[in-house]
């Protein structure tokens, strides 16, 4: 071997040395941190009361900055992994968030108090455990119809499924949320329905389907549905008649609606919540009455109303009006003769009055159809009646009509006669009808006959005298003579 | 009976009551109205139909007075009277009828030819009827009232 292969041999073998100290102080150098991870426990399902809450977990010396929660499939957010020189004692501070109460640590950490040391002799991981504060969240009814509010599906605890009728709730409408947690609330109805959604109440971020809500305390929430209404009224018509038809799906009670010229009574409305049946309804007048016809822009004519989905809902009131009339038909009743008197009538109304054959205005007067109606004529001032003309017919001072048309009755009223030709009639030298006689007996002493009283009483009565014209025939021979009062005076 | 029977019998009742009465002047046919006048002024006296039986709140009556040579009945004060006469066979009937108050004493004159003024007259009372006091009730037996004629 000579000098120069010992020399080269030499420095060859102080370079491999050399190369072996340098790796190993490389080698040394990598092992001097470690990794410290922060997460947040699971929920504590042996507590079903109880849930994980969110805590802020920083340390000391800085890198861990970690909100510690498990949102669904999120995970903890911030600086929640860092790494730290080896034999570092990390100082780890738990802060609960949104009113939660700090419940201890697992993994690396151990204890009950919100701080905790970890030494980082390795790679560390821990994990702390949060109890949260929780508010309640209540979900509540409004409306008329069916539909449900549940919580969706990003959280498998806690959960809303409430069932909404009107304001009739019933399943998990009340339920404990974790302050601070978003909720997330959707509707449901069913698919056959005619209800519209009124919207959300209450609610931070509404939209048509959904309902977020932060839970920062006690929050409640309204939902509700409205049906059509089918409301039955009357358009003012002066008849009577009732609407019927079958009990719209959901709905409890069929119609069943008497309308009158003052109002309805009655079942005369309901809420049209399902289809897709139809509803029908049938008018029928009472009595005297007859059906005009609907009034309502869903329903026209006289026959039965059909209401189908389709030609509705573009208004959740609709108002079925149906128009019953009672037709009136004129009486008239005009004065025959130049008397005096009156007609009454039965069912009342004003009377109508003859003065010198002349008729007042209530001589004139509308009736209902139908209606039996009966008129009494009542002569007055010694006036006497003579009889009935035209719708009525006969003698008798009562004559009753049943109004189906317009009448036209007339009615004789016969001027009182002299007192000195009922004398004459009671001496035989003048004769009168019966019927007169009648009446003459009915307005004097009212004993059934013709007789004395009854003139004295007609007398008595219109303070007449016996007139001179009517003396005796046989002294028409002797006008001399012709006196025939007795208080001195020549006739 | 019709107007015109009426005064045809009136009026030939009557023709023959003056006629009958007539003992100093003819009746000529030519003019017997003018006759019958001037004769019913002469002769002719009123006798007094008087109610004698007592009456109370009455205030009308209807009569008949049959005689010969009667010539009318008229009112007595405070009385009104329509009468109604026929003549038969010489005798003339004259229902009258009275309204006024009655009481006992005159309520009519009758009147009567002067000739004839002594023979006897027969009145019938047929009605009576209270005044309002009674409410003009119908009296039921008017054969209780009296009325004589007195000279």
């Known amino acids: ?491 | 009976m019709t107007t015109r029977i009426w005064r045809a019998l009136v009026g030939s009742s009557a023709f023959v009551v003056l006629a009958g009465c007539s003992g100093d002047s003819a009746v000529t046919p030519d003019n017997p109205m003018a006759q019958r006048s001037a004769d019913a002024a002469k002769n002719v006296r009123a006798l007094a139909i008087e109610l004698t039986m007592p009456s109370r709140n009455d205030g009308g009556i209807i009569f008949t007075v049959e005689g010969p040579n009667i010539v009318d009945v008229a009112p007595a004060s405070r009385f009104d009277v329509v009468t109604n006469g026929v003549e038969s066979r010489g005798r003339t009937t004259i229902t009258a009828l009275v309204v006024g108050p009655l009481q006992n004493g005159v309520i009519a004159w009758l009147t009567v030819h002067g000739t004839n003024s002594g023979q006897p007259y027969d009145v019938t009372v047929t009605q009576v009827a209270a005044s309002a006091a009674e409410g003009f009730v119908q009296r039921d037996d008017p054969g209780i009232y009296r009325l004589v004629v007195r000279r």
């Open chain 1, 1 to 491: 071997m000579n000098t120069r292969m010992v020399v080269f041999t030499a420095i060859r073998q102080a370079a491999l040395i050399a190369c072996a100290a340098a790796g190993m102080a490389t080698l040394a150098t990598a092992q001097t941190t470690y990794g410290l991870k922060v997460g947040a426990e699971g929920y504590f399902p042996q507590d079903a009361t109880s849930y994980r809450g969110t805590a802020q977990v920083t340390s000391v010396p800085p890198g861990i900055d970690c909100r510690a929660e498990l949102v669904g499939d999120v995970g903890p957010t911030g600086a929640c992994t860092a790494n730290f020189p080896a034999g570092t004692v990390v100082k780890l501070t738990a802060t609960p968030l949104y009113g939660g109460t700090f419940a201890g640590w697992t993994g690396a950490c151990a204890g009950q108090m919100p701080t905790c040391d970890v030494e980082m002799t390795m790679d560390r991981e821990t994990r702390v455990k949060t109890v949260a504060k929780t508010y309640t969240l209540t979900v509540r009814g409004t409306g008329t119809a069916f539909g449900q509010v549940h919580s969706n599906n990003f959280f498998a605890h806690p959960s809303i499924a409430c069932n909404i009728q009107g304001e009739r709730t019933w399943g998990t409408c009340v339920s404990e949320v974790p302050a601070g947690q978003m909720m997330w609330l959707g509707r449901e109805e069913p698919t056959n329905t005619l209800a519209r959604f009124m919207g959300w109440l209450g609610c931070a971020l509404p939209d048509d389907y959904n309902c977020r809500i932060v839970m920062d305390g006690p929050k409640t929430v309204g939902a509700g549905w409205i049906a059509p209404e089918i409301v039955i009224g009357s358009n003012g018509g002066n008849g009577n008649g009732k609407v019927t038809g079958a009990a719209p799906f959901g709905a409890s009670d069929p119609f069943d609606c008497t309308i009158t010229p003052t109002g309805t009574t009655g079942i005369c409305s309901a809420h049209w919540e399902t289809g897709p049946y139809s509803i029908t309804l049938t008018a029928t007048p009472i009595g005297n009455s007859v059906f005009v016809g609907w009034y309502s822009r869903w329903c026209s004519g006289t026959g039965p109303c059909v209401l189908t989905p389709a030609t509705q809902l573009d208004q959740m009131r609709m108002e079925i009006r149906a128009v019953f009339e009672t037709p009136t038909y004129l009486l008239s009743i005009a004065p025959a003769g130049s008397g005096n008197g009156k007609v009454a009538f039965s069912p009342a109304r004003p009377d109508c009055i003859v003065a010198g054959g002349v008729a007042s205005p209530n001589c004139s007067t509308l009736v209902p159809r139908g209606t039996p109606l009966t008129l009494t004529a009542d002569p007055t001032g010694g006036s006497t009646f003579g009889g009935w003309g035209g719708a009525c017919s006969g003698n008798q001072p009562a004559c009753t009509l049943v109004m189906n048309a317009d009448a036209h009755a007339t009615g004789r009223f016969n001027a009182p006669r002299p007192a000195s030709e009922l004398a004459r009639a009671l001496l035989a030298s003048l004769t009168l009808a019966p019927d007169e006689q009648y009446q003459l007996d009915r307005f004097g002493n009212a004993d059934g006959t013709f007789n004395l009283g009854d003139l004295l009483a007609l007398i008595a009565r219109t303070g007449e005298r016996l007139s001179p014209s009517t003396l005796s025939a046989l002294m028409q021979s002797q006008p001399s003579n012709a006196v025939r009062r007795g208080d001195g005076r020549s006739q």
